[in-house]
């Protein structure tokens, strides 16, 4: 066996200290380092408020009464103890316009939804007339104007071309269709 020469061993012990040495300045680095606090999360950023969408502006409406939309509804009509009548409007909801029949007062009631007593303009392919209007009363507030069954308005609405139009002010105008509907009240008070 031979031994180790002087020489080897002094290098090896003169090298155990250097690397000794810098084992510990690495320890000494990881516990410095973990010394050091974790980075600062950022603070997060403020909630986006998100603006609502603007309102679709309504479609331009035209010069003519004659090409103006409908107004969103149909026609229903009903007899009942009083007599008929018709209702105009959007399903499951209250009637924007109605014509009825009061039998025992042999008048004929168009009714707008609405308080304002101002009058109702009807606008038909032959007639344009301004009708009186008294408030109803009841609930939900409808105004109504008092016709006879044998009045040409009525007439006229109901053989108009395609649709008329009623007008009130601050009131937007509805575009009815002229079904068969508003004849049927206007004959059942005739009769």
Request: proline fraction near 14%.
């Amino acid at each position: 066996m031979r031994t180790p020469s002087l020489h080897l061993v002094g290098l090896r012990s003169l090298a155990r200290p250097r690397v000794l040495a810098r084992l510990a300045g690495l320890a000494t680095l990881a516990s410095i380092a973990g010394c050091v606090p974790p980075p600062r999360a950022e603070a997060p950023p403020p909630p986006r408020t998100v603006a609502p969408a603007p309102e679709p502006r309504p479609a331009p409406i035209a010069a003519d009464w004659r090409d103006w939309p409908y107004s969103p509804g149909t026609w229903v009509y009903r007899r009942d103890a009083r007599g008929s009548i018709a209702l105009f409007g959007p399903a499951n909801a209250d009637a924007s316009l109605t014509v009825r029949c009061d039998t025992t007062a042999r008048q004929v009631y168009l009714s707008r939804a609405g308080s304002t007593p101002t009058p109702l303009t009807i606008r038909t392919s032959s007639v344009t007339r301004a009708v009186s209007v008294q408030p109803t009363g009841g609930t939900p507030p409808y105004v109504a104007a008092a016709l006879m069954p044998n009045d040409s308005l009525l007439e006229a609405m109901g053989f108009s071309r395609g649709r008329f139009v009623v007008q009130q002010a601050d009131l937007p105008p509805l575009v009815v269709p002229a079904w068969a509907e508003i004849e049927r009240v206007t004959e059942d008070c005739r009769g």
